[in-house]
T-cell receptor
Framework: DAGVTQSPTHLIKTRGQQVTLRCSPKSGHDTVSWYQQALGQGPQFIFQ???????QRGNFPDRFSGHQFPNYSSELNVNALLLGDSALYLC?????????????FGPGTRLLVL | GDSVTQMEGPVTLSEEAFLTINCTYT??????LFWYVQYPGEGLQLLLK?????DKGSNKGFEATYRKETTSFHLEKGSVQVSDSAVYFCALSDDQGAQKLVFGQGTRLTINP
């Protein structure tokens, strides 16, 4: 049973560029959440997708957007990259139908903005 | 809003020492509480969780008890190993079923042989 997978593993971009990160949830999961983890910090919630719609959003600007596909996989898009967007981006999946369901995390995509 | 505060690290111990990492939280309602562990270069792995007051979560020799009266969820292990070296994160999710996690800042643990 494959866990949560993310691609790519590493990415280098320059300021002003756009980036797309991808996530495939664990089998049986229908909800995908994205987190940003800056170096030396705890993960910060970006947003959550369920039934192909954004259901919750953290305190992140509109430059951060996402999408969920019918197969439950998800993309995170960041436009107009800033140096401060350099971080590890984590995807987590869960099944919404179970109360307080555990979220399972992928290995992350490490983004470096130069 | 909800928040989690962990004891500041880094924490360095010798093998077989007793470990405590403090975690306190602020939340409305009755959140669920989690400890996640992050090994070098990897994502987060769930270590243990507790969903209601006085519940004790345990896994791999680690334990934590959900104390509502002190709003705490301290992580303990009786005898640490070198392989326990990692960063540990305390987290909560609200009781509304939103499944959004709020994390503490993390505590880096190093175990010396």
């Amino acid at each position: 049973d494959a866990g949560v997978t993310q691609s790519p593993t590493h990415l280098i971009k320059t300021r002003g560029q756009q980036v797309t990160l991808r996530c495939s949830p664990k089998s049986g999961h229908d909800t995908v959440s994205w987190y940003q983890q800056a170096l030396g910090q705890g993960p910060q919630f970006i947003f959550q997708y369920y039934e192909e719609e954004e259901r919750q959003r953290g305190n992140f600007p509109d430059r951060f957007s996402g999408h969920q596909f019918p197969n439950y996989s998800s993309e995170l898009n960041v436009n107009a990259l800033l140096l401060g967007d350099s971080a590890l981006y984590l995807c987590a999946s869960s099944f919404r139908g179970r109360w307080q369901e555990t979220q399972y995390f992928g290995p992350g995509t490490r983004l470096l903005v130069l | 809003g909800d928040s989690v505060t962990q004891m500041e690290g880094p924490v360095t111990l010798s093998e077989e020492a007793f470990l405590t990492i403090n975690c306190t939280y602020t939340a409305t309602g009755y959140p669920s509480l989690f400890w996640y562990v992050q090994y070098p270069g990897e994502g987060l792995q769930l270590l243990l969780k507790a969903t209601k007051a006085d519940d004790k979560g345990s896994n791999k020799g680690f334990e934590a008890t959900y104390r509502k009266e002190t709003t705490s969820f301290h992580l303990e292990k009786g005898s640490v190993q070198v392989s326990d070296s990692a960063v540990y994160f305390c987290a909560l999710s609200d009781d509304q079923g939103a499944q959004k996690l709020v994390f503490g800042q993390g505590t880096r643990l190093t175990i010396n042989p």
